[in-house]
């Protein structure tokens, strides 16, 4: 696979530039960043609703943690459960704009129960079904977990990474792993590596060590499946960028969204339960210092949000006064 470390923020700001005809130059401010507030939807709503709503090519980041147990859903053999699976898939291949990328987490380890499903069926069902590419598998490696007496304690999960075309953004830039003062002594004197790309920081690979959220983390909003906000960012820093949107229809405690709230990119949300704005209102009230803090970000009302620019595919919008 082709580096595309090069598809950064500032390449894809010059690109734009010199497809609208300007050149880069300071003169041009006004094609910066725009520094209004971002927008956000928190919806409590079925995840297939949510996408069959939304326009083709809208969306930058899907980060998609599903549920894989039956105990929690109607379908009752692991053949409905992918049956299930690639309806959501599918929607996502099409609301994907082409720089487009898919995340989903999971383990690979099939526990068999009737109705369940795994990362594995998931990335089975993309291969047959789905016209992306499998950029990466990340393992997630966490040093906290449960111990275990007839198996090795688990201590990863996965993350599966699809690129909805070869012109995928990766802003590898974005999420490198800065070296300590030793190591990078030591890395400047091998003349192979690229000493600038050194100071930069190092690519952190696909193997990530951050620890799960532990019962008394101050992070915790009350979701029993809170993924930590550093993995999640670290996602929404490296396949999207500033002011595109990211979507997650499995949303638990709204992490994905608050992480986009931080990072300046807009986002939609959505989950069955109706717990889940109570959850997003916790991560908020971290975000806002109990309403101290100045809001550079607003929420939309579910009831408005097929009227907001933010869902426009390019087309429409240039159709559009
Ligand atoms: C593994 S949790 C996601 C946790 C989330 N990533 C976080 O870090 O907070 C999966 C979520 O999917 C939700 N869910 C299950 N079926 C759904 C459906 N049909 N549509 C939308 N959400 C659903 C569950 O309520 C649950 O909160």
């Not at 996502?92 to 129960?113: H, K, M």
């Not at 190092?202 to 499946?225: D, K, Q």
């Not at 990072?263 to 309403?291: C, E, K, N």
């Amino acid at each position: 696979m082709p580096n595309r470390s090069h598809h950064n923020a500032r390449h894809i700001a010059m690109n734009l530039l010199r497809k609208r005809g300007l050149k880069h130059s300071s003169a041009n401010v006004a094609m910066a960043p725009s520094t209004a507030p971002t927008s956000h939807i928190i919806a409590v709503m079925d995840c297939l609703t949510l996408l069959r709503g939304l326009p083709s090519g809208s969306i930058q980041l899907v980060v998609c943690d599903p549920p894989y147990n039956i105990n929690v859903a109607s379908w009752d053999d692991r053949a409905q459960y992918v049956d299930w699976a690639g309806q959501w898939l599918s929607e996502v291949e099409r609301v994907l704009a082409p720089s487009g990328n898919l995340v989903i987490f999971g383990g690979l380890q099939y526990q068999g129960e009737a109705g369940s499903g795994d990362l594995v069926s998931l990335i089975g069902w993309m291969r047959a079904h789905a016209n992306m590419r499998l950029a990466n598998l990340i393992i997630w490696n966490y040093p906290n977990g449960l111990g275990a007496h007839r198996f090795f304690a688990n201590r990863h999960e996965e993350i599966a990474w699809f690129a909805k075309s070869p012109k995928y953004y990766f802003d590898l830039d974005a999420v490198r792993s800065k070296l300590d003062v030793l190591r990078l002594e030591r890395y400047k004197r091998d003349k192979r590596l690229n000493p600038d790309n050194l100071d930069k920081g190092i690519n952190p690979t696909n193997v990530w060590r951050i620890p799960r959220l532990n019962g008394n983390s101050r992070e915790r909003v009350g979701h029993p499946t809170q993924k930590p906000k550093q993995l999640i960012e670290r996602l929404v820093r490296a396949l999207s960028y500033p002011e595109s949107t990211v979507l997650d229809f499995f949303a638990g405690s709204g992490v994905t969204s608050r992480v986009a709230i931080e990072t300046r990119r807009h986002s939609v949300s959505a989950d069955v339960d109706s717990m889940f704005p109570t959850y997003f209102r916790r991560h908020l009230d971290q975000i806002d210092g109990g309403g101290l803090l100045p809001k550079d970000y607003v929420l939309i009302d579910p009831a408005d949000w097929t009227a907001h620019p933010l869902f426009r595919t390019a087309s429409q919008a240039a159709a559009s006064p």
